[in-house]
């Protein structure tokens, strides 16, 4: 670690703190466990080193301390500000989806026959994630926990760039090669790696745009440039995809100038991008006929590394099963692939009522993001909107590409800010109120207020 020859004691830290913070949370605040948890979600391969030791409970620690934290919440009562808040807005939608895919799990065992034991293990880790939503819109409750937060993301992105960048460097980059490709993020791949690049990094730009801190703008410009210089080298084709409409996106809803930038950069991209990048690109042009995993898109014939042929079956699958699908997490089980695309694996599996509980997630995720943007009354406050906004853009497009969505290291952090937002939006929605009956000073309306479009 850092050159130190301290990497083979980083997992007893880490346990040794997983005990101290879960006591803490439990007793004194929540935010504390929350806090640990993302910091340790970019690093989760020193956490993965941690699970997998011979330390007594080592492969529960996660388990114990999200525990420590409900029992916490639970026990400490219900927060004042809390409980004027009201219930959390994706309470049943939460519902629903604990519901609906612990049915589809039970399913896809009792029906298809799947293997049960590690498809529960992945469903429980899926379910802590909407489990830690609901924490931090309840119970976190302090602004300097919140600032904590954001150092301690701030930190974990700058180490995780700092070691995949030490891992990079004995790689062979100059032309590509599939050997070329590092991974970043435990035992998940390098798609994984770019793809949660392309979500966070859109969030640190939706910050980096509207946030006016001087100081804050520093570390987003730093983190981003960190950030870009992973994901580039990631090699993730639907991550670079995900990325350009993410910026896209932004022009359009932000900043016109950055229309034109993009634009620019797609006729000049070869000048600059590093040959080994252009080389990944163009091996996805194929001359047609000559390869049976791709498909036309837009004129050209663009090979699919075998999507092709498993998005079919995918298909039939959901053919033959539209309503109920073969069950939480088991397509890879029946047909020995993954379907690269979260939409079709939900689809296949859960059906038409899964992909449409997949779906109004994002909608809702839009919704949050959206209102805190045009309805926030600090800048701050519209940043964190806006930047929650531009990562579920990023989460939308690089989900059509693989399953980058149940993965607890790639969409803790997502969650969590999502729990932060809708809170935010419920606080000012109710001083906001209470303005309006007289009870307090006069906060001046959001809404009538005009938007700054300069994108400064």
Same mark, same amino acid.
């Given at each position: 670690? %850092?050159? %130190? ?73 219900? *927060? ?61 409750? *302090? ?84 950030? !870009? ?12 995809? #995900?990325? %350009? ?37 163009? #091996? ?21 590394? #075998? ?30 692939? *993954? ?70 290291? !790639? ?46």
């Amino acid at each position: 670690m %850092l050159g %130190l020859g301290l990497s083979q004691y980083v997992p007893y830290v880490i346990y040794g703190l997983f005990f101290v913070v879960a006591l803490y949370a439990m007793f004194v605040r929540t935010e504390a466990g929350i806090v640990y948890l993302c910091f340790l979600f970019p690093l989760y391969g020193a956490l993965e080193k941690t699970i997998k030791s011979e330390l007594p409970l080592a492969t529960d620690v996660v388990d114990i301390l999200l525990i420590c934290m409900i029992l916490g919440a639970v026990f400490r009562g219900s *927060d004042t500000d809390a409980e004027e808040r009201g219930r959390a807005p994706l309470t049943v939608p939460i519902l629903l989806l604990v519901i609906y895919s612990l049915f589809s799990l039970l399913f896809g065992t009792f029906v298809t026959g799947a293997e049960f034991i590690e498809r529960f293990a992945h469903w429980k880790n899926y379910m802590i994630m909407p489990v830690l939503y609901l924490l931090t819109y309840y119970r976190f409750e *302090d602004k300097r926990w919140e600032t904590l937060l954001l150092i301690a993301l701030a930190l974990a992105f700058l180490v995780m760039d700092f070691r995949f960048q030490q891992s990079f460097k004995w790689v062979q980059h100059t032309h590509y090669q599939v050997r070329s490709r590092v991974g970043g993020i435990g035992f998940l791949g390098p798609n994984e790696f770019g793809s949660f690049h392309t979500i966070y990094t859109l969030f640190l730009a939706g910050m980096f745009l509207l946030d006016k801190h001087m100081k804050r703008r520093i570390v987003y410009a730093v983190l981003i440039c960190c950030n !870009l210089y992973a994901l580039v080298y990631s090699f993730s084709r639907g991550s670079y995809i #995900g990325f %350009l409409v993410g910026l896209l996106f932004i022009g359009v809803v932000r900043n016109r100038v950055l229309l034109v930038m993009l634009l620019i950069f797609l006729f000049t991209w070869r000048s600059f991008v590093p040959l080994s990048v252009k080389e990944r690109i163009d #091996g996805s042009f194929v001359e047609e006929g000559t390869r049976e995993d791709a498909m036309v898109v837009g004129g050209g014939v663009v090979e699919t590394a #075998g999507r092709k042929q498993i998005w079919e079956k995918a298909l039939k699958s959901f053919a033959q099963s539209p309503f109920s699908g073969t069950g939480y997490n088991t397509f890879q089980r029946l047909h020995g692939k *993954d379907t690269h695309s979260v939409y079709l694996k939900t689809l296949a599996e859960q059906g038409i009522f899964g992909l449409m509980l997949y779906l109004w997630l994002y909608i809702l995720a839009i919704r949050s993001g959206w209102r805190v943007y045009r309805e926030g009354s600090e800048p701050f406050l519209k940043a964190c909107g806006f930047g929650f906004l531009c990562a579920t853009v990023g989460s939308i497009v690089v989900n059509l590409f693989g399953d980058r969505w149940t993965y607890l290291q !790639l969409g803790g952090i997502y969650w969590v800010m999502w729990g932060l937002v809708d809170q935010e939006y419920t606080k000012w929605k109710k001083a906001y109120k209470e303005a309006e009956d007289g009870a307090t000073g006069p906060v001046p309306s959001p809404l009538l207020a005009p938007v700054d479009e300069s994108g400064g």
